[in-house]
């Protein structure tokens, strides 16, 4: 099993980055996919997730502004974030949940991609 978080960057605030989950040795219809984030001197938490199934969902700070996706035929999950804020600058990583169902929290997830920088400039 492997994650491959990609799509970080340098950002104003107010703009828009896509992050990418490529993974691999595993299915997305058979495992949830979730995203995580962790600042400087914060612990890391939960974003978003998608279930095997196809269901989603999101930490309440960030609903409205993070849309999560999946290509299953790519078996890569996406997290659409708009309107950046300078509090969404972390290193994001993406997460496989141990069975099809995933929640936005600790302890549903088994495999750890790298990481990706996201820094949002005001």
């Known amino acids: 099993v492997q994650l491959q978080a990609s799509g970080g960057g340098l950002v104003q605030a107010g703009g828009s980055l896509r992050l990418s989950c490529a993974a691999s040795g595993f299915s997305l219809n058979d495992n949830g996919v979730g995203w995580f984030r962790q600042a400087p001197g914060n612990d890391r938490e939960g974003v978003s997730c998608?279930?095997?199934?196809?269901?989603?969902a999101y930490r309440d700070s960030v609903q409205g502004r993070f849309t999560i996706s999946r290509d299953i035929a790519k078996n890569t999950v996406f997290l659409q974030i708009d309107n950046l804020r300078p509090d969404d600058t972390a290193t994001y990583y993406c997460?496989?949940?141990?069975?099809?169902?995933?929640?936005?929290?600790?302890?549903?997830?088994?495999?750890w991609g790298q990481g990706t920088l996201v820094t949002v400039s005001s």
């Open positions: 998608i279930s095997g199934g196809g269901s989603v």
């Open positions: 997460a496989k949940s141990a069975g099809s169902s995933c929640r936005v929290r600790f302890g549903f997830y088994d495999s």
